[in-house]
């Protein structure tokens, strides 16, 4: 994916932990605003940290053990308690400043239509990210209702998206195609592309770029990657 690294990308800062953390850039955070994390998993740092520094920020995961992961985050930085990020003995949640406020959480997953979709477990128990393309090939699943990301922006009364997070299990092309035909385009766009753990088929890269063309149509340069996570920024919102 380097090769279509775009020369002269902005000044960026890595928010939250080496697990569930994110690239984005210094400009954008100044700013502050609005994000929509969708993924939560058992490590929303990268979502605290947005809020620390002054963002409304839109959590969204159906996984029940995500459910329960940021409800005992909330419940922490109520009571001035300490919170495990990922169930660790060592690592926590620095929750100072975090505003309660300006956060929310739904069980509502994302896909290119509203429906109720079915959300397939990953091989390994401990791990907590399921899959509606079924990712991994396995048989367990539950079933969870899922929105377009338009439709999540009327029902929360959200008119721009500062920073888009998609870490969903090899359904960000998908939904990517329908962000584009919606036309909620992001200033940020925060997407891991999973697929490069778990492989569907042979295809892998024709997808990843076919996406990144597809945002490129959009006015958005591809201008970080961490492993599989990649950063993109509209072109208009770029500050140099």
């Known amino acids: 994916m380097r090769k279509r690294l775009d020369v002269g990308a902005p000044e960026v800062v890595r928010l939250g932990t080496a697990h569930g ?40 995961d159906p996984t029940p053990r995500a459910k329960a992961h940021v409800a005992g985050v909330l419940d922490a930085a109520k009571g001035g ?9 060592t690592d926590f949640y620095d929750l100072e400043g975090f505003d309660e406020a300006r956060f929310k959480f739904v069980d509502v997953g994302i896909w290119k239509e509203n429906a ?10 401990k791990h907590v990210s399921h899959s509606i393309v079924n990712l991994q090939g396995t048989k367990e699943w539950f079933e969870a209702k899922c929105e377009t990301l338009q439709t999540i922006c009327i029902s929360n009364k959200i008119n721009q998206i500062d920073i888009l997070k998609l870490d ?6 998908a939904v990517l195609e329908n962000v ?61």
């Open 180 to 240: 584009v035909q919606c036309g909620l385009l992001p200033r940020v766009l925060c997407v891991e592309f999973d697929e490069i753990w778990n492989p569907i088929d042979g295809a892998l890269v024709e997808r990843i770029l076919a996406t990144i063309d597809l945002l490129a149509n959009c006015a958005y340069k591809f201008q970080h990657v961490d492993n599989s996570n990649a950063l993109f920024v509209r072109e208009a919102s770029m500050i140099r």
């Open 21 to 60: 953390g994110w690239s984005v850039p210094t400009a954008t955070i100044q700013s502050k605003g609005t994000a929509v994390c969708v993924g939560a998993g058992e490590d929303i740092s990268f979502d605290v940290e947005l809020n620390k520094r002054g963002f409304n920020v839109l959590t969204m």
């Open 168 to 173: 969903i299990e090899g359904s960000e092309y």
């Open 116 to 125: 109720s979709m079915r959300f397939f477990a990953p091989k390994n128990p």
């Open 81 to 89: 308690q300490r919170a495990a990020i990922n169930n660790s003995s």
